[in-house]
C-alpha cells in the first residue's frame, strides 16, 4: 500500500525518513488541466494567493516508530485541487506542527488571515513542506520547517523553547501531522501578547493573532478538527 499507517491514533515516533524526490507526483501530471481551472478561480475569489512551491506525498507508512515517506514538489494550485478531492488513493499531505505550550500549561495556536487558504481557522502555526525543508540529500528537515513557521506567522523563535526530544503523529485521511511539543519560559497571555505586537507591525500578516486554549473544553470557533485529538492528547496528560 502507498500510504500504511494506523488512522485517528497519536503514535509516538522516534525517526522520520520522509524524502523528496526530483520526480513529478503522478497526480500532477494526470489533472494538469483541471488543476489550472481550479486555480483561476481560486485566485479570482483571493488574489493574495501566491502559487508557490510545496510537496504532496506518493507514500508514507509507520512501523517500529519509524515514519517512512516519499515526496514530490508540486505547485500550490496542485495542493488546492488535491485538497478538493481527497481523500485520492496516491496523494496524501503532510505536515509538521511545533505545539508551543505556555509555562502555565496553555497552548497557543494561531487563527489565520482572511486572504489565506484556510482563512478563520485556528490551529498551531504551521504550513506545508517546501522544497527548503529538505537537506541537499532529500531528507525532510521538520525542526527548520517548525521554526520558520513559527517565526515567521508569530514572531516567535523556537531557539527560546525547551523542545521536547519525541515526536508525535496524528495520520487522517485528511492528513497527516508530525508533532514537537516547545514549552515556552513565558505564560500564555505575554505570549498572546508578543504575538499581536508582531501582527501589529507585520506590513502582510498571515494571522489575525493568537489563539489560548487553556484547557481541552476550551474550543475556540474555527478549530481544524486534527487539533481536537491534539488538545485532549495535551491536557489529558499524554504529552508529560
Known sequence: MAFDLPRDVILPVDAVDVRLVKEPHPFELENAEAI????????????AL?????????????AGRVLTGICHEIGFSTFLYWRKLKPVPSAEHAFAHGMLISSDNAL?????????????????????????????DGQVMLDYNMAREVGEETGLD????????GLQVLSTLGGTVIVRCYRLPEAADAIAARI????????????????????KDDLPEGLM??????????????GE
Open 36 to 47: 489550472a481551472l481550479n486555480w483561476a478561480g481560486e485566485i479570482a475569489a483571493r488574489p
Open 50 to 62: 501566491f502559487d508557490g512551491r510545496v510537496v504532496l506525498l506518493s507514500s508514507l507508512g509507520y
Open 108 to 136: 497557543i495556536a494561531i487563527r489565520m488571515g482572511p486572504q489565506t487558504a484556510n482563512a478563520g481557522k485556528v490551529y498551531f502555526a504551521a504550513g506545508s513542506f517546501e522544497p527548503e525543508d529538505f537537506s541537499a
Open 158 to 165: 523556537l531557539a527560546e523553547a525547551k523542545r521536547a526530544e
Open 196 to 215: 499581536r505586537d508582531f501582527v501589529a507591525r507585520d506590513p502582510d500578516p498571515e494571522i489575525v493573532g493568537p489563539v489560548i486554549i487553556r484547557g
Open 225 to 238: 478538527p486534527h487539533m481536537l485529538p491534539l488538545v485532549r492528547w495535551h491536557f489529558e496528560g499524554a
